[in-house]
């Protein structure tokens, strides 16, 4: 049990560093926001390659793989007083995990495939750039997280239940998904970013909770 805790408290620091690595890059070294349309996206991918593919990897797949980690040992901390909520927590969990990790590796797989028209067809490689980082995107959460704003609403909501976990932590993790749930409205997809972050916080605090020794 208590190495579970431990795995579960690394694996939210890792979600935590993944989610503030990518906003970093994104933001501060690929300046994406400022990229209006799909040709310059290509540009980029095609002068920063193996930097997305690497993006790709710690943001989606093995973000994927750490909330697998997560999710069991949040399941393990509360199953005992809230077996049904947390087995429905755990699997809105593993379903977030999934399609993460399909759209890390939907992303990277369509990367030699656009690099490999962009020589001969700029134009082209655009118009496949686009329709697949549609895919990519949809499945990662920015057309509203869902998923991400579910599990952690049910979790906080277990953390109260069960008293497994601390009342303040619990309150963030209650607005934290709310706000992710909330995304999925078309007028508040823009949020999105809101709940990155403060979900980045919530990562942080859970699993400094979890490594604690008297767990």
Request: glycine share 8%; hydrophobic share 55%.
């Amino acid at each position: 049990m208590k190495s579970t805790q431990k795995l579960g408290g690394l694996a939210a620091l890792y979600l935590a560093a993944a989610y503030l690595a990518t906003i970093v890059l994104f933001l501060l070294v690929f300046d994406y926001m400022s990229i209006t349309n799909a040709l310059q996206k290509v540009e980029l991918l095609a002068a920063q390659t193996s930097l997305f593919i690497l993006s790709n990897l710690w943001a989606y797949v093995l973000f994927g793989l750490a909330l697998v980690v997560l999710v069991l040992a949040l399941y393990d901390r509360v199953k005992n007083e809230t077996p049904n909520l947390a087995r429905v927590t755990a699997v809105i969990g593993f379903i977030w995990a999934t399609v993460l990790i399909a759209s890390g590796l939907i992303a990277n797989a369509s990367i030699p495939l656009v690099l490999s028209v962009y020589p001969s067809d700029h134009s082209q490689a655009a118009l496949t750039w686009s329709t697949l980082e549609v895919v990519s995107n949809g499945l990662g959460g920015t057309s509203g997280e869902i998923l991400g704003g579910l599990m952690t609403l049910l979790v906080s909501i277990a953390g109260f239940k069960a008293a497994r976990l601390p009342k303040a932590l619990n309150v963030l993790g209650l607005l934290v998904g709310c706000i992710g749930i909330a995304t999925t409205l078309p007028a508040l997809t823009d949020f999105t970013g809101v709940f990155g972050i403060s979900q980045m916080a919530w990562f942080v605090w859970l699993g400094i909770v979890l490594l604690r020794k008297n767990n």
